[in-house]
């Protein structure tokens, strides 16, 4: 591992994520991403004299879910607490969030960490809050101008235990997080939007020693891949401090990523003392165990038991299952392919190959329907189309969408599986090629697969593969 | 309508000196006019002018809470308070002068110059809302609202010889009113006779989706005026008669106790032992969670803002410090002080046990068969301005037997029982959570048989 031998490094994650709902967590505004500055706001959000908060109950269900598909223990009472400090783009001079008695506590989720295996990170506790507003600093010469829409978004914050041992393994945490609350509806997880967030507390320590080093918190980490570089830099920076006889300071560290640097941040802006004290403009929230219960069961099957599912059911291997059920939609679209009539095995190969890379270049869109790709699967599985050929239609239903057969038809691709014919193809491919035709005999018998694909060539692919073959042993045979 | 407009006017015009209120005439005589060719003739209160504290926010008038922070502040929404006024066909006659933010049993502490007493010009109407109050009983408008914290409707209602009542926590909506203190602040309303009082609140509780605090219940209904107070066990809290109160005072109150049970009411002496921690526990909790309402006061999205200034913090630093006076800045800091890490468990957690103690107290009273409690509202009647300004808790103290509804949540009432020196006493009832109906029947039949404008 990079970063010196003999160290450990041990990284435990805050993150905080944007819920999916129409509107903000504490007033009827849209909570849309990308309107034009300060158009989403009133009274409330804008913190105007005399404007109270009213929680919106769509967020608290979102927020519940994320905690059950976290396996966390979701409190029947927790409390909304002031979190106090300045800053500009805090409308009310506070954040709304919880303290002393969050939603959730004490859940986990288990990811595949690149050198560990299968490695379950601990979910210290999971709350609800509202989001800031957005200071810009770069849209006006010496000013820096600030847009509300964002304050009051709904928001939960996750919090780890110090459970990774590298950068490389926080990502994969982060992955695996951003595929659950993906599935389960509850989020975008989009870090260039900045639905998600990461702030990161690490420390190091020489190997098998079991107390903490002292950690500092990486903040500013805008995307998955500056995560690992923006960790890297900041373990390295402490193994270098440690090594050279230095000790590292708890402190707060800024990444840039533009040229992967950590710095610290001005002590000034982080000396917060942020004077929690319970919210009192909303009572206590309460929720019943009936509604729990209700959210827990709106909850869709979750990444790992889909995918074990996969496996069993349809007799996957780990890594196709892996592949098929990383997002809902694919999962889903692949069970409609098999539900439909494909043989399961065909069925994945053509949604991880042809499907996945059509999407890839259209906006993530499966664009065509599984109920088609079922019969194309089948047209090539009973030899009507060449595995070539049905690439083509695949193309075709696509762009243009339609029924495959005719399509196939339209492009005249349909295998010719008439002996006869297929003879024709082969007497005039045996004539053209006399001195391969002496090789074969003479034992050169790999040969054959020349053959075919001159067959094949002859035929302008309508050849059907097996019976050309045939034929061509027949006749190289006598 | 618009006559009654224009003597609605007339007669808030012919006050001015008392300066309690702060809107200016030529505006103030322009919107009732407007108001009244609007307003709705079905409704409750159809063409009565109801003067609003300057801490709830209108869209007829500016809302400056009483300070330079909010100089010409005009709030783009008004309080729930205010459309339900409206839509029962009441006139928003103007903002009434008031201690910034609320902070204050004197309205001395406005930045735009203190309220006189309407029946002596060197003595304070009370505060906070001491502008609300003296006007209602310089009879420029048969009622009024006002905001509780910790008595600020009471206490000037007593000072003042008016009526005043603060509903339960959670009566009535909190949307729209400047918050000082979130967990104790209710809006309260100021009559010339309960009645007047009762009708206003009336109208403005009930259900608000848009404060999570305001109870789903159903508006106030009012009772009737009772025969007599037959029934009634009327509560004397031995720790609101201490031997120091003044001797005027209690001569006053012992009078209003003699003609309830002429009434048929049951009178006995009770305890509410955590009483004397009241006060302490008050100023605690009301500035610290003040120093948070009052974060947002930072010049950046409205109120004046500092010229000159340097960075964002020397923003906040020039704003606040120029834009609050001192009471309010004493108050932030006090509150700053409790929250903070090391200090917040001995200070504001305390607080929150204390308060919980002074509730059960309560609770304990009324669960021995007592109905409501009735005490004097004041220790002493309206001082003299300036006298307590220099000491903040000479100034606290006057609060001594209000704050305690506050913190229990409890709907207490100020009913003028008698003069002292000329100056009016008033006797307070404190009832049970949402039973304003029942400290109401009460407060009619005393007003009925007490003497209130006589010598006690």
Same mark, same amino acid.
């Given at each position: 591992? &990079? ?24 007033? #009827? ?8 500055? @300060? ?36 409190? &029947? ?6 979190? @106090? ?42 709350? +609800? ?26 928001? %939960?914050? %996750?919090?780890? #235990? ?38 990161? @507390? ?10 903490? #080093? ?18 890297? +830099?900041?373990?390295?920076?402490? %193994? ?52 729990? &219960? ?17 496996? &069993?059911?349809? #007799? ?32 994945? @190969? ?68 008439? !002996?006869?014919? +297929? ?54 045979? !006598? | ?238 720790e ?22 002429? *009434? ?7 305890s509410l032992p955590h009483t004397q921690y009241a006060?302490?526990t ?69 607080? *929150?046990q204390m308060r919980a103690l002074i509730a059960q107290d309560f609770?304990n ?39 305690t509804?506050?913190l229990a ?18 006797? *307070? ?28």
């Amino acid at each position: 591992m &990079a970063g010196g031998a003999g160290w450990e490094t041990v990284i435990g994650l805050e993150t905080h994520v944007q819920l999916r709902t129409i509107s903000k967590m504490f007033c #009827g505004c849209s909570a849309a991403f990308g309107a034009a500055p @300060n158009t989403h706001v009133c009274p409330v959000c804008l913190g105007l004299p005399g404007a109270l908060p009213a929680p919106n109950g769509e967020a608290l269900k979102h927020a519940v879910r994320a905690a059950l598909a976290l396996g966390c223990t979701v409190h &029947a009472r927790s409390v909304f607490a002031r979190k @106090n400090y300045f800053y500009p783009d805090l409308p009310k001079g506070y954040q709304i969030s919880q303290f002393e008695q969050p939603l959730a506590t004490k859940g986990s989720l288990t990811f595949l960490a690149p050198d560990r295996g299968l490695v379950t990170a601990t979910i210290v506790r999971l709350h +609800v809050e509202e989001d800031a507003g957005k200071s810009l600093h770069d849209r006006f010469p010496k000013a820096t101008a600030v847009d509300l829409n964002r304050a009051g978004v709904p928001l %939960i914050e %996750i919090v780890t #235990g110090p459970d990774f041992r590298s950068p490389q393994e926080a990502r994969a945490y982060l992955q695996t997080l951003k595929q659950v609350l993906e599935y389960i509806g509850v989020s975008d997880c989009d870090m260039e939007k900045g639905s998600l967030r990461v702030d990161a @507390n690490v420390s190091v320590r020489r190997a098998g020693e079991t107390a903490l #080093g002292v950690k500092t918190e990486v903040k500013n980490i805008n995307s998955f891949a500056y995560v690992e570089k923006a960790l890297g +830099v900041e373990r390295d920076r402490q %193994i270098a401090v440690l090594e050279g006889g230095g000790a590292v300071t708890q402190q707060t560290m800024l990444y840039d990523h533009k040229d992967n640097a950590v710095r610290p941040q001005r002590s000034k802006e982080e000396s917060h003392d942020y004077r929690y004290f319970p919210e009192p403009d909303l009572p206590p929230l309460l929720l019943s165990p009936e509604f729990v &219960a209700e959210q827990q069961n709106l909850l869709p099957e979750l990444p790992a038991s889909k995918r074990e599912r996969f496996v &069993a059911q349809y #007799g996957l291997p780990q890594q196709d299952a892996a592949v098929l059920t990383a997002g809902r939609a694919v999962a889903d679209y692949y069970e409609g392919v098999v539900h439909a009539g494909a043989e399961a095995k065909a069925a994945a @190969n053509w949604v991880m190959g042809e499907v996945l890379a059509d999407a890839k270049d259209h906006a993530e869109a499966l664009r065509v329907p599984a109920g088609s790709l079922a019969q194309l699967i089948g047209l090539v599985k009973g030899g009507t189309l060449s595995h070539q050929a049905g690439k083509r239609v695949f193309a075709e239903l696509a762009n243009r969408g339609g029924d495959p057969r005719t399509i196939a038809e339209a492009l005249g691709v349909i295998q010719v599986a008439d !002996s006869n014919v +297929v003879s024709g193809w082969v007497t005039e491919v045996l004539g053209a090629h006399a001195t391969e035709v002496g090789r074969y005999k003479s034992g050169e018998t790999k040969l054959m697969a020349f053959f075919v694909g001159q067959v094949m060539k002859a035929s302008k692919g309508k050849a059907d593969p097996k019976l050309a073959q045939k034929v061509l042993e027949e006749r190289l045979a !006598s | 309508m618009t006559g009654e407009a224009k003597s609605a006017a007339d007669r808030l015009v012919k006050v001015k000196r008392l300066n309690a209120l702060l809107t200016p005439v030529k505006e103030l005589r322009k919107s009732l006019n407007e108001q009244a060719g609007a307003a709705r003739p079905t409704g409750v209160l159809y063409g009565m002018p109801v003067a609003v504290k300057d801490n709830i926010c209108t869209l007829e008038f500016t809302t400056t809470c009483g300070s330079k922070i909010l100089d010409g502040y005009r709030s783009p929404y008004e309080a729930t308070a205010i459309t339900k006024l409206k839509a029962a066909g009441a006139l928003i006659a103007g903002k009434t002068n008031c201690d910034e933010f609320a902070m204050g049993s004197s309205t001395e502490h406005s930045a735009y110059g203190r309220s006189m007493h309407p029946l002596d010009k060197t003595r304070v109407p009370g505060g906070s809302s001491g502008g609300s109050a003296a006007l209602v009983a310089a009879g420029a408008v048969p009622a009024a609202l006002g905001s509780e914290t910790g008595g600020s409707v009471r206490q000037p209602a007593s000072f003042c010889g008016v009526v005043g009542i603060k509903p339960t926590y959670g009566r009535v909506s909190r949307y729209g009113l400047v918050a000082f203190g979130s967990s104790l602040d209710q809006i309260g309303a100021l009559g010339r006779s309960v009645h007047d009082a009762a009708r206003v609140l009336s109208v403005i509780s009930g259900r608000d989706p848009k404060d999570a605090t305001c109870e789903d219940r159903d508006p106030l209904r009012l009772p009737t005026v009772p025969e007599s107070l037959q029934g009634f066990v009327i509560g004397l809290p031995r720790e609101y008669f201490p031997s120091d109160l003044d001797p005027a005072v209690r001569r006053a109150c012992d009078r209003a106790v003699r003609l309830m049970k002429e *009434q048929g009411a049951a009178v006995r002496e009770v305890s509410l032992p955590h009483t004397q921690y009241a006060v302490p526990t008050y100023y605690v909790i009301a500035p610290a969670e003040a120093s948070s309402n009052l974060a947002r006061f930072d010049g950046v999205r409205y109120g004046p803002r500092a010229e000159e200034a340097g960075d964002v913090r020397d923003l906040y630093r020039r704003t606040r410090g120029e834009g609050f006076g001192p009471e309010v800045r004493r108050r932030i800091l006090v509150g700053t002080y409790v929250l903070s890490a090391g200090y917040y468990d001995a200070y504001y957690r305390r607080a *929150q046990q204390m308060r919980a103690l002074i509730a059960q107290d309560f609770r304990n009273a009324f669960d021995r068969g007592v109905d409501l409690l009735f005490t004097p509202t004041t220790p002493t009647t309206a001082f003299k301005a300036g006298e307590k300004l220099a000491d903040p808790v000479s100034m606290y103290l006057s609060d001594v037997f209000t704050v305690t509804a506050n913190l229990a949540g409890l709907p207490a009432i100020s009913v003028p029982v008698g003069r002292v020196k000329g100056l009016p006493v008033g006797g *307070q009832f404190i009832g049970q959570a949402f039973l304003e109906d029942e400290m109401l029947e009460a407060a009619y039949a005393l007003e009925r048989v007490v003497p209130a404008t006589e010598e006690a």
